[in-house]
């Protein structure tokens, strides 16, 4: 039997676009953040989670709840993946990349189209932001 995955991500927007990371050896980009440890509760994640992947540091009051999605993980057939994003209003840090992560991109709409996303943020995250006038 296969466990359904939850995730804390980070949405992060600046001068109109979107922040998205990919990990060493993997294609697709996706929101920055990653799966919920033990009991801790998803903010918990996502402050420790964007401190591993961007060297960011965020407390409470740094970020709001942007929404709670569910599809299947891009890479495991069959896993329902479950994802709370929150908007990150200020943040602390240098934000690159570290740990796991190789890379990382801004997205907007003149390259979303040729930016290989995860499904979350490719049909639900991204034209929420653009809907919202956050991305253009």
Not at 7 to 27: D, E, F, P, Y
Not at 64 to 76: P, Q, T
């Amino acid at each position: 039997m296969t466990m359904d995955i939850y995730k804390a991500a980070g949405v992060i927007v600046q001068n109109k676009q979107l922040l998205v990371a990919r990990s060493k050896g993997k294609t697709h980009f996706f929101a920055p953040g990653g799966k919920i440890e033990g009991d801790e509760t998803f903010e918990e994640a996502l402050i420790r989670e964007l401190k591993e992947e961007l060297k960011m540091d965020i407390k409470a009051g740094d970020y709001e709840l942007f929404g709670s999605f569910d599809a299947e993980a891009d890479d495991k057939p069959g896993v329902q993946l479950h994802m709370t994003t929150f908007l990150i209003k200020r943040y602390d840090g240098i934000l690159e990349p570290d740990n796991e992560i190789e890379e990382l991109c801004w997205v907007d709409t003149k390259n979303m189209d040729v930016i290989p996303m995860g499904s979350i943020f490719k049909h639900e995250v991204l034209p929420r932001l653009i809907a919202r006038g956050l991305v253009s």
